[in-house]
């Protein structure tokens, strides 16, 4: 016991790293702020996309959001990371991280708006059509609120996806808060500054782990 | 040599293909392998879970929430970490594999615990008291009448999940598991060239593609007509 807690609840170890962890966890909330609104707006996109008159891009957006779910994220990540260098760009991993997630967010998003917008009835647009909105009015201020509203629990569950997902930064050497966990863990040979970051990413999801279950049950009900 | 003779030279070039694509191959049946073990433990796990919580005992409950918790909050990645460098220094040495199918299917045990419960919540009371009043036991209407129903509205977010959470066997490369991409960087660091990661590209689209088709045949297969 004595073993297991110094190998992974270890205070001292912990306390040393703790201004390096604090770094990381400032850089994971920025890559989040990126991310997360890019993500959103992008899914909106690709809902409006699949939507379109034109068969072409309906189509296009389609078989590209399909890829893009199919690909797992780290793959996506290392694939922009590693391959635009052999096409003479070099993207800082910042922007790596934020093309890669933000693609895979948006298509991930985009799937949920999609279903939202197919849960409000044809009835809402044609009665806000009918008071005279066009179109695009009819959508943002009748149609999107009801759809959001509808899948709200699926948007929020995503974002905490989205939250884990920059975890996966660490891997292109950006500096949050698993790869600093990772470079203290590998200077004291000591697991505690990951179960510390664990516990930073338990603190902050937890809740709102809490309330997408409650959310869930409450449409389940 | 022009332009596009360059591109096709550094991302499409057909003999490191050939050269490179056994290795690929072996990603491949690595994904898989990982993939299958974490989807036979982690469902059934998960499942298991699901039916204990069934019973409502009160302190098991809620050691089941905290664990299930735990494991949808934390970045498998981080989990992965710890497991991988924290074990050997308290005495247990996994090899690579073992971590990563460890980790994953805990983690696919914790949501798919949740979407299941979340399913046996949903079926309604009269159903239990229908069942109970012919005379069936506790566990008889829990695995007969109730689970079937709850595994229904489950299915959607069930295969969403599960698919999710398979992806995730990339995250083995981190740790040295030869799966696709793992593979393909190693080819990339060898031959200084990028077509082995349009190869891990193409392989994860064949292995990922007909999964995604078959979930939603199964969401088409078993989805309930509602009115």
């Known amino acids: 016991m004595d073993l297991f807690v110094s190998q992974f609840l270890n205070l001292d170890v912990m306390r040393q790293a703790w201004p390096l962890i604090l770094r990381g966890l400032g850089m994971t909330a920025l890559l989040c702020a990126a991310v997360i609104p890019l993500g959103l707006a992008g899914g909106l996109l690709v809902a409006l996309a699949r939507r379109s008159r034109r068969a072409w891009l309906r189509g296009t957006t389609k078989i590209l959001t399909d890829v893009l779910r199919a690909l797992p994220p780290l793959a996506l990540l290392i694939l922009i990371y590693s391959g635009l260098p052999f096409a003479g760009l070099r993207p800082s991993p910042f922007l790596a991280v934020c093309i890669a997630f933000t693609l895979n967010a948006s ?3 985009g799937e949920i708006y999609r279903a939202g917008i197919d849960s409000v009835g044809t009835g809402q647009w044609e009665a806000a059509r009918s008071t005279g909105l066009t179109e695009f009015q009819a959508f943002t201020s009748v149609v999107l609120p009801q759809a959001a509203r509808n899948v709200l629990p699926d948007l929020v569950s995503n974002t905490v996806e989205v939250v884990k997902l920059t975890s996966l930064a660490s891997v292109v050497s950006f500096t949050e808060l698993l790869y600093a966990a990772d470079m203290a863990r590998s200077v004291t040979y000591n697991a505690s500054p990951i179960v510390m970051a664990a516990g930073l990413y338990l603190l902050i999801l937890w809740p ?5 279950s409650r959310l869930e049950h409450r449409v389940a009900a | 040599m022009t332009d596009l003779d360059r591109f096709v030279e550094t991302f499409l070039n057909p003999a490191l293909a050939q050269k490179t694509w056994p290795a690929i191959a072996n990603g491949v049946l690595v994904t898989v392998e990982v993939a299958l073990a974490v989807v036979a433990t ?3 796990l998960g499942l298991a879970l699901a039916y ?3 019973y409502r005992i009160r302190p098991l409950n809620a050691l089941i929430i905290v664990l299930v918790d735990v494991f949808r909050a934390v970045p498998p990645l981080v989990i ?3 497991a991988y460098f924290g074990l050997p220094n308290v005495g247990v040495t996994l090899s690579a594999f073992a971590v990563l199918w460890l ?3 805990l983690v696919l045990a914790a949501f798919s615990e949740e979407i299941l419960w979340a399913g046996i919540l949903s079926v309604r009371k009269g159903q239990w008291d229908a069942a109970r009043s012919t005379g069936l036991t506790f566990g008889e209407t829990l695995r007969t009448v109730i689970l079937p129903q709850a595994f229904r509205l489950a299915i959607p977010p069930l295969t969403n999940r599960t698919i999710a959470i398979t992806k995730n066997t990339a995250l083995g ?6 799966e696709i991409i793992n593979q393909a960087q190693t080819a990339v660091a060898v031959t200084g060239n990028a077509t082995p990661l349009m190869m891990a590209a193409v392989a994860y689209l064949l292995v990922f593609i007909p999964v995604l088709a078959l979930a939603g045949r199964i969401e088409r297969r078993f989805a309930w007509n509602r009115a």
């Open chain 2, 42 to 44: 982690g469902l059934a």
């Open chain 1, 107 to 109: 298509s991930f998003y």
């Open chain 2, 80 to 82: 992965i970490l710890i």
């Open chain 2, 52 to 54: 204990l919580r069934a």
């Open chain 1, 208 to 212: 709102v782990v809490r309330l997408v």
């Open chain 2, 173 to 178: 490369s981190v740790i040295g598991v030869a």
């Open chain 2, 103 to 105: 980790v994953l299917s």
